[in-house]
């Protein structure tokens, strides 16, 4: 039991052919229920850029920028750049960076369900304070509390989904917190659309609101199952077994029960898993915790997501106009994430990540060449020029609704082992949130410095993490979550990493016999 097969590995190999079990109503309405965790996220994403687009909230909490919104002559590329207006959006990714990290021992000592509850309350009392805001202060710390309930629902929730679902619907269900994101992103666009006509109190109501799927999330944090992976981890071998067959639908759970076993064995003797995720024969795991969420971000997706009204303003289009083409584009995002949830399974996660990286890459070029050519600091697009924007826009949003959107929070959640897995969530939390502040953070700069460059900025960084996928992720459908690692031992690069590992670990166990 102490030689380095097992410990290299985790779990017996040969079960995964016996593992048994459907998908049954109970693990739907919980894949569902933990899934609105995600909402939250894309509500904040949504309801920002809209928000700091409306003229009332503006003039009271950032009076300089609303003055230079007015003066007509301004340069349109930096008619909104102001770093206390960039600080409202960027503050709360800080925040949930912090708390991601915090969020950490406790999903792994006191569950999954533990860290949902507590990123509900969190996030619920920030809607509540945003809401009621009378000052900067206030606003800004509304934002802190909406980061540490975000730090702890993207924490905790794709971990829940990886574990409840079944290994050969794990894509697509683990995509259900992608897919309330894009719904979140979708509603919030059309609050802030309804509410922009609400003078002066609208911006209020689109805050506010965000408290819904907060109060929704806590409650049902309450009331859903805690995942057997988890149970199993915490001694509770007993429980574990009955959640899991009433989540598979079946008695039969033997062999997925043994890896799950096996599995927490080995995380028991793992103490310090931030410590134990640095060693060699983690390593591709790691690089994957680190750069899928980087790549996620430098596709550039949060320049349309955060700032799409803005954006659209800066074009010439009018508030009205501006704010329903940012709903079209919440649209088109939810939309296209049920196309990656039907076909992920199927086709398999590289092909979905390298088709819609290609299609980004296409469509952020010719918006840069449109920018560059009909638009510029004195000038606004023509009517026909805007919507071949708009919908190459669309288009973008498109291919990453079915590809980075949802795959770049499913593989990084589905690849650990468990003694590292919810170390493993945390480093992805933290580097997603830390690339969502930096760019919420500098956007507004970059636009006004790079002009329509920054289209190309973002184009180049979406080639390189194509080739990457093509050549270092190995096809996770459909392989169980607790025999993940046998993709590395196969791998024509990783296993070299790993094999050497293993090779140290059987020299060093036949010097100590």
């Known amino acids: 039991m102490a030689g380095g097969g097992i410990a290299s590995i985790g779990v017996n190999k040969e079960r995964a052919e016996n593992y048994n079990g459907k998908l049954t109503l109970y693990v739907i309405i919980s894949c569902i229920v933990a899934a609105v965790g995600g909402s939250l ?3 904040d994403i949504g309801i920002s850029g809209g928000v700091t687009s ?48 915090v969020a950490s021992p406790i999903t792994r000592n006191h569950g999954r369900r533990a860290s ?37 629902g993207n924490q905790a929730v794709p971990l829940y989904l990886s574990e409840m679902a079944p290994a050969h619907l794990r ?18 666009n059309m609050i802030n659309y309804g509410t922009s006509k609400l003078h002066p109190w609208g911006w209020r109501l689109s805050l506010g609101l965000a408290a819904a799927p907060a109060f929704v999330m806590t409650v049902g944090g309450m009331l859903l199952p805690e995942t057997p992976n988890s149970l199993i981890e915490q001694g509770n071998k007993t429980k574990g077994r009955r959640v899991l067959e009433r989540i598979r639908g079946t008695e039969n759970v033997e062999a997925e029960f043994e890896d799950m076993v096996d599995a927490s064995e080995l995380a028991r003797l793992v103490k310090h898993p931030f410590r134990n995720i640095l060693k060699r024969r983690n390593r591709p795991q790691l690089i994957m915790a680190i750069l899928m969420p980087t790549f996620q971000i430098l596709t550039g997706i949060n320049i349309i997501l955060f700032y799409a009204p803005v954006l659209f303003q800066s074009m010439g289009f009018k508030r009205a106009a501006s704010l329903y083409s940012s709903a079209l584009t919440g649209a088109v995002l939810a939309s296209s994430t049920l196309v990656s949830m039907a076909t992920v399974d199927r086709w398999g996660r590289r092909i979905l990540l390298i088709t819609g990286g290609i299609q980004m890459i296409i469509c952020q070029v010719i918006v840069a060449i449109i920018l560059g050519l009909k638009f510029g600091s004195d000038k606004e697009l023509s ?12 288009l973008f949003v498109a291919a990453f609704g079915y590809s980075w959107g949802p795959l770049g929070w499913t593989v990084p959640s589905e690849i650990f082992p468990l003694e590292t897995r919810s170390a493993g969530q945390s480093i992805t939390v933290t580097v997603n949130l830390f690339f969502t502040f930096a760019i919420a953070q500098s956007f507004l700069s970059l636009l006004c410095v790079m002009r329509f460059g920054i289209f190309l900025f973002f184009s180049g960084w979406i ?23 046998r993709l590395w031992e196969k791998h024509w690069f990783w296993k070299k990493i790993v094999s050497e590992d293993q090779q140290a670990k059987n020299t060093n166990g036949l010097n100590h016999a």
């Open 463 to 485: 080639a390189i993490m194509t080739i990457f996928i093509y050549l270092f992720l190995p096809e996770t459908k459909g392989v169980p979550i607790e025999e993940m690692m």
């Open 54 to 101: 409306m003229d009332e909230f503006l003039r009271r909490f950032f009076y300089s920028v609303y003055l230079k919104k007015q003066h007509v002559h301004e340069d349109n590329y930096c008619k909104y750049n102001n770093q206390v207006l960039a600080a409202f959006t960027s503050s709360l990714y800080m925040a949930g960076l912090v708390a991601s990290l």
């Open 171 to 188: 894509g697509c269900l683990n995509m259900m917190f992608q897919l309330a994101t894009t719904l979140g992103i979708f509603t919030a």
């Open 383 to 394: 009517r026909g020029y805007s919507i071949i924007v708009v919908v190459f826009i669309c």
């Open 116 to 152: 949902i509850i507590c990123g509900g309350i969190s996030f619920f009392l920030g809607a509540v304070l945003n809401a009621a805001a009378i000052n900067l202060g206030m606003l800004l710390f509304g934002r802190i509390m909406l980061g540490v309930g975000i730090g702890f």
């Open 41 to 43: 996220f894309g509500y």
